[in-house]
């Protein structure tokens, strides 16, 4: 499993996942999207489709591979001595959002009682750059923000790329323009937390 740890005061690590785990993901959630319910009042997203998925991510193929990674992240914290305690992990919440053009994710952090968060790229539109200065295009693009809010990472969204950062961490999504009208930017999020052993 391919991964790259990015330390900007808080730890962000990034995974390459199996495009065919993508591809059966993708497909059980376009077969039972109509039966989801709306994830939305629960969300800062500026976007109509936000779909709750918690009950199916644990039926598709990737959710093993998913619990690796998420192993994998705490594994990493214990390194830097961010994190102690439960290896017993739990998902609390999992939702799809499919963006379209114009939509975006303001500035935010999750609850305080999430421990960590993630965003796993499904589908990604051609965007239009007609930015006049390269450096403005940021368009569709996921941001994080540095631990005094000064200066942002930002992270160019791929099929598969998988990101695990603590739930504390501000991050948000810029809006963009498709080349394809109707074309979306479909991401997979969930929050998880370390469980006491009992």
């Not at 305690?85 to 919440?93: H, R, T, Y």
């Not at 379209?100 to 990604?124: A, C, D, W």
């Not at 080349?179 to 929050?191: E, Q, T, V, Y």
Request: with cysteine.
């Amino acid at each position: 499993m391919k991964s790259q740890t990015n330390i900007f005061g808080r730890v962000v690590k990034r995974y390459d996942l199996s495009l065919d785990l993508i591809e059966d993901l993708n497909s059980i959630y376009e077969k039972q999207k109509k039966e989801l319910g709306s994830f939305g009042p629960r969300l800062a997203g500026r976007l109509e489709s936000e779909l709750e998925f918690t009950h199916l991510i644990g039926k598709t193929k990737i959710s093993k591979h998913i619990v690796d990674c998420m192993n994998d992240y705490i594994e990493t914290l214990e390194k830097v001595n961010l994190f102690k305690g439960s290896k017993n992990l739990e998902i609390l919440s999992c939702w799809i959002n499919d963006m379209r053009e114009g939509e975006y994710n303001p500035p935010h952090t999750h609850h305080n009682n999430t421990g960590f968060s993630t965003v796993l790229f499904l589908k990604i539109p051609e965007f239009i750059n007609d930015a006049k200065d390269p450096h403005k295009f940021k368009d569709g693009q996921l941001g994080f923000a540095d631990m005094d809010g000064t200066h942002s990472t930002w992270v160019e969204p791929e099929v598969g790329h998988f990101y695990i950062f603590q739930a504390n961490h501000s991050h948000y999504v810029m809006p963009f323009k498709t080349k394809i009208k109707g074309d979306i930017r479909r991401s997979l999020s969930f929050n998880f937390i370390q469980k006491n052993d009992q």
